[in-house]
T-cell receptor
């Protein structure tokens, strides 16, 4: 069965360190997204990609970057982790033909100390 | 700009009660999609339903039903005879047809169903 996996599931890091969260999907979807979920804020879009070599900023992109070198993967990098980036991060993918339904990974809980 | 408002932050009901989760949206597009997703305590997000802007028919799936009204820009979700397993955070989302799945989510409603 096709799926979308995130790793690690839990991560503790220190302020100032670079952190990369992995997202891998086997749906062969063109579209991939990264969200963060914080209490009282729902899901906020960080970055998204509509295909290989395409990346776009979402509403809360400062301090984050992504790259899309293949269809399956969209890693999210925190260049210099800050305590404000402590959150739960979700990756999602969608296929145009499915009319925008997004399929989510299980999430990564990141703590920046 | 797109916006989704879920005014109810938390709802608590007793098992077997009916409960309605409200969702109000704003968009300038004439073609758009509305969604509901469920996030149970285990944390994953699960798609429940999608509606496009041209289809205002209400939908029923078992104990779940959805009421879409363009006139009031609302897409409400009702659970009939609630069960403890319905306890979750429910998100309403909106996406424009031209943006290939890029969605704006509401802040979510936490539903607690007590036995």
């Amino acid at each position: 069965d096709a799926e979308i996996t995130q790793s690690p599931r839990h991560k503790i890091t220190e302020t100032g360190r670079q952190v990369t969260l992995a997202c891998h999907q086997t749906w062969n979807h063109n579209n991939m997204f990264w969200y963060r979920q914080d209490l009282g804020h729902g899901l906020r879009l960080i970055h998204y990609s509509y295909g290989v070599q395409d990346t776009n900023k979402g509403e809360v992109s400062d301090g984050y970057s992504v790259s899309r070198s293949n269809t399956e993967d969209l890693p999210l990098t925190l260049e210099s982790a800050a305590s404000s980036q402590t959150s739960v991060y979700f990756c999602a993918s969608s296929d145009d033909s499915l009319k925008n339904i997004q399929y989510f990974g299980a999430g990564t809980r990141l703590s920046v100390l | 700009a797109q916006k989704v408002t879920q005014a109810q932050t938390e709802i608590s009901v007793v098992e077997k009660e009916d409960v309605t989760l409200d969702c109000v949206y704003e968009t300038r597009d004439t073609t758009y999609y509305l969604f509901w997703y469920k996030q149970p305590p285990s944390g994953e997000l699960v798609f429940l339903i999608r509606r496009n802007s041209f289809d205002e028919q209400n939908e029923i799936s078992g104990r779940y039903s959805w009421n879409f009204q363009k006139s009031t820009s609302s897409f409400n979700f009702t659970i009939t005879a609630s069960q403890v397993v319905d306890s979750a955070v429910y998100f309403c989302a909106l996406s424009e047809n031209t943006n290939a799945g890029k969605s704006t989510f509401g802040d979510g409603t936490t539903l607690t169903v007590k036995p």
